[in-house]
């Protein structure tokens, strides 16, 4: 079956990352994943939490919100905290960067990761994941003292995949999400390492064949991200990236 917006099974979205979105943040970026969009800010703090007070290693932590009219129908603000689906997803971003943050390197700081979806069309986490590493390594760059090569063992990247009528798709959008037999994210580092997958049968379980299937083509649109993060990170002077 054709993929609502023409796409083959294992084809991205059109991704497109601006970096310095904003003026006052240490990195900020912009990513989109078709009409997906959702800014990355990544701050950095001269403290730690009391929990790592003393012991010379820093911190990255994430937060995660929608804005009221980022979806279909205007959602409440989160006024009262985090729901417990924002909690889940702020979490497991904060988890994604710090597998590949070498956090003694950071010294006694915190690196605040905000994510905030302005548009949302499915898979706004993994979006966060892929536009907030490079927030995070911007961040980085811009602290005198840092080094950012030191402080980063590898880039990171997430990708959804599910089962759509019965095929095996890469980067799902809201309508094959709301649909899908199977939703999965998988969130993967530059080397091939995986840090999370999230995986669901919505309808009917699944056996391992499809999990094989799924995980493969989430590799390589992962490869590709990745790929994306690299090309920026190479060229400083550039703002605006596409995949």
Not at 22 to 29: Q, Y
Not at 98 to 108: N, Q
Not at 167 to 174: F, G, I, P, S
């Amino acid at each position: 079956m054709p993929r609502p917006d023409g796409r083959a099974p294992d084809q991205l979205r059109p991704i497109v990352v601006t970096r310095d979105f904003l003026l006052h943040p240490e990195g900020s970026v912009l990513v989109e994943f078709g009409a997906t969009k959702v800014i990355c800010t990544a701050s950095v703090e001269d403290k730690v939490p009391p929990f790592l007070k003393g012991q010379g290693q820093g911190w990255v932590t994430a937060e995660y919100a929608m804005l009221p009219r980022s979806t279909n129908t205007r959602t409440p603000r989160e006024n009262r905290g985090p729901s417990g689906r924002s909690q889940e997803i702020q979490r497991l971003v904060g988890r994604a960067l710090r597998a590949v943050i070498d956090r003694s390197k950071l010294g006694e700081r915190t690196v605040w990761v905000d994510c905030d979806v302005i548009q949302a069309d499915g898979g706004t986490r993994t979006a966060a994941i892929t536009g907030g590493f490079l927030a995070v390594a911007d961040a980085i760059s811009r602290v005198p003292s840092l080094q950012p090569t030191a402080a980063i063992r590898e880039c990171v990247a997430a990708i959804s995949v599910g089962v759509v009528q019965g095929q095996a798709v890469l980067d799902l959008n809201y309508v094959e999400d709301s649909g899908a037999e199977v939703d999965m994210n998988v969130v993967m580092t530059g080397a091939g390492e995986f840090v999370e997958v999230q995986g669901t049968a919505e309808q009917v379980p699944f056996g391992r064949a499809r999990l094989d299937a799924l995980l493969a083509i989430a590799e390589g649109g992962i490869r590709r991200l990745v790929g994306l993060q690299r090309r920026a990170l190479d060229a400083r002077a550039e703002r605006t990236f596409t995949l």
